[in-house]
């Protein structure tokens, strides 16, 4: 009987070499006259164990990582067809540390199974929840989505629910379901592994939100700067369409749902809901004022439910098992799990997906294992670029969405990045501001021209012209920020360069005066 | 860069943007998927492709120009024949990715944003490709790299001068 093994595809294993060494397998086995069958799955979430190359043994699947086209040969040598020791065995994959103590809903067939295999979504649960929901009324399906606590997964928390009875409560001939693909957070990569892994996950929670609230025709809005989940997605819609899971009359139902991919055009901004949303119309990716909400008047002025990837691609799990099952998970108002990610200067850098409420400290030390560079750990950023930077004090800090915001930061999308002793906060909050002024749709004041002003002023600070004063200045112009932008860009910018100003003030300052800017 | 300019126009196929104009003019929200195919076609979105956007969408002039100059993929030129962006975002800074770009001014003098004198290579600036777990991360013509190393950009810088695209 053939072998099967697993070599990824996911990008990021790619992009570590994981098609030369699939390539180099096939050679090889070929060689040796073996019989094997190479599966290419999306990751596990352990990129640091990229390219990780399982065997199917009857114990389960047994990894070997990090693997090399030089490796190859020894693998064979080794006997690695049958599970056996090597200097890159990892054991039982669902065995090893990182992968033990998570609990996968979002993810947990992510890395199992063939992206693009319907048979083996299937055989992993997929489309159970389809099946279920087009037996439920739709308001019972909008009833189990607010019950399970679901909130958005795109950073901003809103109650999943709450915006889904919006939008089934308005009454229109159009609905639209959207998207947002648009993940630009830099630390954050949870939404392209899930399009690269388990693609029918998120196109299945598309339909159902679909029929939650009446809407037929669905869009994802993937950033051009993924051009491999694009081409997942792609050929994944293809394929539930010639199923019959999308289009006219899916599963035999009376129902019809379809899907579009679009793609960004490389603006940070349209990862804003209402951006997203102009720039799906054609139009420049402009920040809208609400209200009203896009669940009342939204896509081409029509009722719109715009969410996260991860949060549509964990309905069907809350509509397979229950609101009740989700909600059990988390801590406080966070219910249920997030997918964390570990990124920067971190040994042992992927994603995990965990119930809220675990600390910071926790998956550093658990997860990361410390820094890549060996250097001690000095800041800690969370969120991606609008999240705030954490000293080594406040690692304790809960991840969940109330706990981080108490802290004087946020969740976000689950991004934490590292940062070693080598790190300049002042250089960090100024690129801050520069990333708000290159990336600023430029529709309210604040956000386009605070940002330009906020990088001179820290420029003046960091030269020790006039410090105080402009400290001062820096403040306020902060204070404007959050308080009068149209958007998060502009509103969340000033977190970043104030948690670096109080937590860091040493870096803002001249080494004669260290400890002034702090005033 | 005005030479280049002036050669594309003249290299402009008007029939080919208009059947790729045509083939999308009909879906909702059209302009941008019509300019990614203009870009993927012609390296660019050609000037004199615009008012015939313009005229298929019945847009203003003016809005299509806005659309192409707001976001970052549409370029009003073609690029090198071999493209590196370079993610410039946080989780890469914290792995050194201005040592890096440092390293292209000085080894190679490429700077961010440039095209070498062959027109071989161009040096983009992104923020963020998702690869945050494997930093410094960068895309050569699209295709995904972790763990960015000075050698492996001037293996890269090597490879885009010997090779057409």
Redesign the interface.
Known sequence: MSIRIYVPRDSSALALGAEPVAKAIAQEAQARGLDVTILRNGTRGMVWLEPLVEVETPLGRVGYGPVTTRDVVGLFDAGFLQGADHALHQGIVDEIDWMRAQQRITFARTGVIDPLSIADYRAHGGFDALVKALTMPSTQIVDEVSASGLRGRGGAGFPTGIKWCTAAQVQAEQKYIVCNADEGDSGTFADRMLMEGDPFALIEGMIIAGLAIGATKGFIYIRSEYPHACHVIERALRLAQRAGYLGERIMGSAQSFSIEMRMGAGAYICGEETSLLESLEGKRGQVRAKPPLPAIAGLFGKPTIINNVLTLATVPWIITHGAAAYAHLGSGRSRGTQPFQIAGNVKRGGLMELPFGVSLREIIETYGSGTASGRPLRAVQVGGPLGAYFPAHLLETPLDYESMSAAGGLLGHGGIVLFDDSVDLARQARFAMEFCAIESCGKCTPCRIGSTRGVELIDKISANQEREGNVTVLKDLCETMTEASLCALGGLTPLPVMSALTHFPEDFAPPATAGLAAQ | MNMSMSMAEESFDRARAGELIAAKAG???????I??DLQKAFDHVPDAALPLIAEA?NLSLA?VR??VS?????KREPSGRHVL?I?R???????GVEALVTHLAKAHQLTLGDTSKDGALTIEA??????????P?A?FD??????LSPAMLDELVLQAGETSA
Request: charged share 15%; glycine share 8%.
């Open positions: 879906l909702d929200g059209a302009l941008l998927p300019l990614h969408l809005d806005g659309v707001f976001y970052h993929d549409f962006k993610c975002a946080e989780s890469c800074q914290a792995m992104v923020y963020c490709l998702g690869h945050c777990a494997c930093s991360a895309l699209n295709e995904p790299i972790g763990r």
